[in-house]
Every structure is written in C-alpha cells, then in structure tokens.
C-alpha cells in the first residue's frame, strides 16, 4: 500500500518593523528589500507594507517581527507574526 502524500511548498518568511497596531489581532508590517538594478547594476531599496495576524495582541509598534505566509485570513491578511525578534525600544 502506497500513501500519497501532497507536498507543500516551503512558507515565505520576512523579518520587518511593525508599522500600526491600531487594529485587533492584525498588524501591519514593513518590509525592507534591497535588489540590484539590473542595467545600472545600483542598489534599490523598496518597502512593502504586509497585513498579519497577531492571535495574541503581543507585537506592538516599533518591534522587529518574522512573518510567515498563510492561507488567506482575510480581504487582506495572508501573513502570521511567527515570533517576535527584538522588542523596540521606549
């Protein structure tokens, strides 16, 4: 008997700065990216802003978070805070 198994695809995963946390259960993250002009060969930097839910309030603005990629939670919300890195500072 062979069991077939569906392999999913390895989650997404972010580091970035909590933005707001005006909003229950959901916080909205900056992302910081740096990619390299492809004709110019300069760096650019972009940021990104995610929605991610926080089951357990525990983030709040100024902190560096992980984010990991989930199903949709809502219209927007596609991300978790996975845990937090470092607490900002007062």
Known sequence: MTENK???NARKVFRGIV???KMAKTRVISVERTTRHS???KI???NEKFYAHDEA???KAGD???ITSTRPL???KRWRISRIIEKAKV
Do not use: P
Request: aromatic fraction near 4%; glycine fraction near 0%; hydrophobic fraction near 25%.
């Open 19 to 21: 933005v707001s946390d």
């Open 44 to 46: 650019q930097r972009s």
């Open 57 to 59: 309030n525990s983030s």
């Open 74 to 76: 809502s219209s927007l």
């Open 64 to 66: 560096t978070v992980e």
């Open 6 to 8: 569906i392999e999913r």
């Open 39 to 41: 004709a110019y060969s």
